[in-house]
């Protein structure tokens, strides 16, 4: 009876340490971490319909003009507008000065056209904008080093760098702001504000390289930064975007590529192909801290591609694409660090995510809403608070993330508990040994 006993509790005491054990796996097996979202560093401006800058400008508008509310046209909006063979002075939309002959070619000859300082000049290699200068119907322009290594882009109404229709080139060139007063994350964007741009418009080619931009763009209408619109197309390589609104901003562009440049500290996006664009190609570039997304696709952009990039430390996610922008390449980029998540498909199908290596972020990568046929391959996932939300990881290297069991900690719990027992075990056989040696003596 006694040994019966025995056997029974040594039973109840190995169930009890397994079943601790078992506890302990499901409570301290997997790690888990806070997956609040975080706040929008700031509100955007709702969109209202209105006209297009270049409209803005030749009409003397002020900026913030709408469909419904324009305003009266004002001579301190003024333009000068370049067509193959005559260029024009506009203020507030009415012409003050015409030159019949061939449009410059340089913008260094354009300011010798002009010979208007309040207007545009020049010194020492560095061009001041104080008006809009438009590049009309087939003209070129080309504005580079060293003929000109800076220009600066002065921060009233109406003041902005545009083609139309247009050639656009700039070359070696640090393009700027007069003031540096974009909005951060603690102060909401203004429509009126009359931050200066870049704008390639109605199946304008622009092209960039070896420049730099600070400081400019607005959150209203093709305003952003530097923008491709309208079926315009060219190229970016080799240029930093620091400080504007938006780095690079596509509307309806197509074949554009944007290769080996730096974006940092946008106030809202690095790179942002939006509304129709297409068959665009970005490649081996550097989206880094700025205010939301390092790079996003948003309203049906499609067949492009997006790799050997970096997106790291972004105030939201890393890489996104958004709102049926279908039939995307994200591959062999590295999203780190991003203050949401890494790389997110939102209502987005027939998209690849292959081969990245995404590592830090709040969740690894997020699926939802309609994201039928995208395939999600081959990436490295570790060291997120959570691998992923809504996505299939099968077929990919998905470790160390918040929410997976660590097999570590798992067989720390199991050798522990099979160590109590076999500690258990010892100390009774010890026990029993004692008690045979007293009873042998008494007899």
């Known amino acids: ?219 209203w209408n093709s305003s952003y930064g530097l923008t491709w619109s309208k079926n315009s197309t060219g190229y970016v390589t080799n240029s930093v975007f620091e400080h504007d609104f938006i780095g690079v901003y596509s509307n309806d562009a197509h074949d554009l590529k944007i290769l080996h440049d730096k974006f940092y500290y946008n106030s809202l996006y690095g790179v942002d192909p939006h509304s129709g664009s297409s068959n665009l190609l970005i490649e081996y570039n550097v989206a880094d801290y700025n205010g939301r997304h390092g790079i996003i696709f948003s309203d049906h952009v499609t067949n492009g591609v997006v790799k050997y990039n970096i997106t790291d430390g972004n105030g939201l996610n890393g890489i996104m694409m958004d709102e049926a922008s279908t039939g995307n390449v994200i591959e062999d980029n590295t999203v780190a660090n991003n203050n949401s998540d890494g790389v997110v498909l939102a209502s987005s199908s027939s998209n690849v995510i292959c081969d990245n290596l995404i590592r830090g972020n709040r969740v690894g990568i997020t699926v939802r809403g309609n994201t039928t046929q995208s395939k999600i391959c081959g990436n490295t996932i570790s060291a997120n608070k959570m691998a992923s939300e809504g996505a299939d990881l099968s077929g990919n290297n998905a470790y160390g993330n918040g929410g997976e069991w660590s097999y570590q900690r798992i067989s720390h719990i199991w050798l522990g508990a099979v160590g109590l027992l076999l500690s258990l075990l010892i100390l009774t056989l010890g026990m029993k040994r004692r008690a045979r040696s007293g009873s042998e003596s008494h007899t």
Request: some cysteine.
């Open 1 to 219: 009876m006694r040994q019966r006993k025995r056997s029974a509790g040594h039973l109840i005491t190995v169930v009890v340490v397994l079943g601790l054990a078992l506890i302990c796996t499901f409570v301290f097996g997997r790690s888990y971490s806070e997956l609040a979202l975080k706040p929008e560093p700031f509100q955007r401006l709702s969109y209202v319909p209105s006209f297009d800058p270049i409209e803005d400008a030749t009409l003397g508008l002020s900026p913030d003009s709408t469909n419904v509310i324009a305003s009266k046209p004002s001579k301190s909006i003024r333009a000068i507008v370049v067509y193959p063979h005559q260029t024009i002075m506009l203020s507030g939309g009415k012409a003050v000065k015409v030159f019949s002959e061939r449009a410059p070619a340089t913008l260094s000859s354009l300011v010798k056209l002009i010979n208007n300082k309040s207007w545009i000049s020049e010194t020492s290699g560095t061009v001041t904008m104080s008006a809009a200068v438009i590049i009309e119907e087939g003209s070129t322009m080309v504005i580079a080093a060293p003929s000109i290594s800076s220009l600066v882009l002065e921060v009233r109404p109406g003041v902005f760098l545009a083609a139309r229709h247009s050639t656009l080139k700039l070359e070696g060139v640090h393009v700027r702001a007069s003031n540096t007063q974009v909005p951060t994350t603690k102060s909401s964007p203004s429509r009126d504000l009359g931050r200066p741009f870049i704008l390639a418009d109605e199946s304008s080619t622009m092209t960039v390289s070896n420049s730099t931009f600070e400081y400019l763009g607005r959150d």
